[in-house]
């Protein structure tokens, strides 16, 4: 089992729709990341968070750490959104490593 | 603009070929680490460092190496090119610890990645 399981791997919504993608973790950890990989490839840090909430602009994170769970979600999805989000976390014991999911492939159509 | 440059883009190897990938990041950051994505799978950490001078092994570090002597530039370097070498090679680099809660929301800066096939 990986440590980092992202749900759904893949997603395909309307224009406007609520997203969810979620992200569960087997290891304690100091932080997670959420990241974005747009289509041509480039990698874009989202979030940063080891509690609570973050916001900004249409996209929200949430962490609950006692229960080893994250979850990204888009407002008001627009198709510029449609790209892999990568959830990735370090373990209270991993220095320097993040350890990553293998992304959720988010489509969003007009 | 500032940045993490990757270079090159893409390159194709022979078996037994040696090469090197060039990062070089101008934002003064510390952290610098060198990551490979294979299809379907997650990033996994090849070296990182923490600053100029020093370096260390990540999950995946057999088969290459890599030097920083200095802040800005963190080359990886492939010694005799593997066919399970072929990947998305990305540099990236931090100015805080990874693990710092104390962060705004881009803790991680990627370059655009290196397409690299071995034949």
């Known amino acids: 089992k990986n440590e980092v399981e992202q749900s759904p791997q893949n997603l395909t919504a309307q224009e406007g729709e609520f997203i969810t993608i979620n992200c569960s973790y087997s290891?304690?950890?100091?932080?997670l990341h959420w990241l974005q990989q747009h289509p041509g490839g480039g990698i874009v840090s989202l979030f940063m968070l080891s509690s609570g909430k973050k916001k900004h602009g249409r996209l929200i994170a949430t962490i609950n750490i006692q229960e080893k769970h994250s979850s990204l979600h888009i407002t008001a999805s627009h198709p510029r959104d449609s790209a892999v989000y990568i959830c990735?976390?370090?373990?209270?014991?991993?220095?320097?490593?993040?350890?990553f999911g293998q992304g959720t492939r988010l489509t969003i159509n007009p | 603009n500032a940045g993490v440059t990757q270079t090159p883009k893409f390159r194709i190897l022979k078996i037994g070929q040696s090469m090197t990938l060039q990062c070089a990041q101008d934002?003064?950051?510390?952290?610098m680490y060198w990551y490979r994505q294979d299809p379907g799978m997650g990033l996994k950490l090849i070296y990182y460092s923490v600053g100029a001078g020093i370096t260390d092994k990540g999950e995946v570090p057999n088969g290459y190496n890599v030097s920083r002597s200095t802040t800005e530039d963190f080359p990886l370097r492939l010694e005799l090119a593997a066919p399970s070498q072929t990947s998305v090679y990305f540099c990236a680099s931090s100015s805080h610890n990874l693990g710092s809660w104390d962060s705004g929301a881009n803790v991680l800066t990627f370059g655009a990645g290196s397409r690299l096939t071995v034949l």
């Open positions: 290891v304690g950890i100091s932080a």
């Open positions: 990735a976390v370090r373990s209270i014991q991993g220095a320097q490593k993040l350890v």
């Open positions: 934002m003064n950051h510390n952290y």
